[in-house]
């Protein structure tokens, strides 16, 4: 059966008809917010702390927009007669966004968890040079970072939180032996105190014999 003349246009209007019944969802932005899923890929921040310059983010990055400036630093021995050892100590770690792709590789290949996503969006520039980043503001990122998810009821302790948990429990229970040891200590000064009286005190006066023949037989 042939087409019937019209019918596309037809259908066409119907549609933009039920469209202009239905509630609009445009968000006026900037004066409302975007409700953006917690894994959105807004900016790049740097725990410091994390870092130990091993150059993996910056070699893997598709774009080398990450530039990283570090220098090496001799830490002395730990023990008596041990070697000194050297360690990287950052000076720069900078992220020029103006050529970033957002693809998420340096984050994916950081062995220390140095980087993370922030689902923040507003920051962008008059002038392109601003919209490097160094390690200051990287930083400053970090706060806006979302918590993790909640793991599955039934799911595994992460390995970190187990040994975190074991160390804290450790060192409570060894608090709880210094505690209980100088308790112990305390209560055993006491006793020995009471015990011997005090240097310089006199000597309780035993009483003195009756003489033979009073105040008993002879």
């Known amino acids: 059966m042939p087409p019937i003349p ?13 469209t202009m019944t239905k509630k609009t969802v445009t968000r006026q932005y900037p004066d409302a917010q975007p409700e953006l ?7 790049i921040g740097l725990f410091e702390e994390n870092c130990t310059v091993c150059m993996l983010c910056a070699r893997e990055c598709p774009d080398w927009c990450i530039y990283i400036d570090s220098h090496k630093e001799t830490v002395p021995a730990a023990a008596p007669g041990g ?3 050297s360690r990287n100590v950052l000076d720069r770690f900078a992220i020029d ?5 957002y693809c998420g590789i340096c984050i994916e290949v950081c062995p220390f968890d140095a980087l993370f996503w922030s689902p923040e969006f507003e920051y962008a520039e008059t002038d392109i040079r601003e919209l490097t980043h160094e390690r200051d503001k990287l930083r400053e990122w970090m706060w806006t970072v979302p918590a993790p998810p909640a793991l599955d009821p ?21 608090q709880a ?3 209980v ?4 200590k305390a209560q055993a000064g ?7 009286p005090a240097p310089g005190a006199p000597s309780p006066e035993r009483p003195a014999s009756p003489p033979p023949g009073e105040g008993g037989t002879a």
Do not use: H, N, W, Y
């Not at 019209?6 to 209007?13: E, N, Q, R, V, Y």
């Not at 006491?190 to 011997?196: N, S, T």
């Open 177 to 179: 032996q210094e505690q």
């Open 190 to 196: 006491e006793q020995a105190q009471a015990a011997d």
């Open 97 to 101: 966004f103006s050529l970033c792709m």
């Open 6 to 18: 019209g019918s596309g246009l037809a259908k066409g209007l119907a549609v933009t008809l039920r």
């Open 83 to 85: 070697r000194e050892r």
């Open 154 to 174: 039934g799911a595994e302790e992460p390995k970190e939180i187990a040994a975190a948990r074991k160390a804290v429990e450790k060192l409570a229970a060894a």
């Open 181 to 184: 040891q100088a308790r112990e």
């Open 37 to 43: 899923p917690p894994r959105s890929r807004g900016v």
